[in-house]
């Protein structure tokens, strides 16, 4: 199954967005010092 590579371009930053907009959520809801100040944590999309 060959795509095409705009097609490609497009679901690549989908889904870098969606996970930005999953941290940025994780970062205002957390509790942690590690995660609210110190960032350390780490989002990810997975395919089911």
Known sequence: M????????????LYHSIAEEM???LR??????NIK????YSCAVFAA
């Open 37 to 40: 100040e110190r960032r350390d």
């Open 23 to 25: 941290g940025a959520a």
């Open 2 to 13: 060959c795509r095409d590579p705009i097609e490609l371009e497009i679901f690549k930053n």
């Open 28 to 33: 205002r809801t957390a509790f942690s010092p």
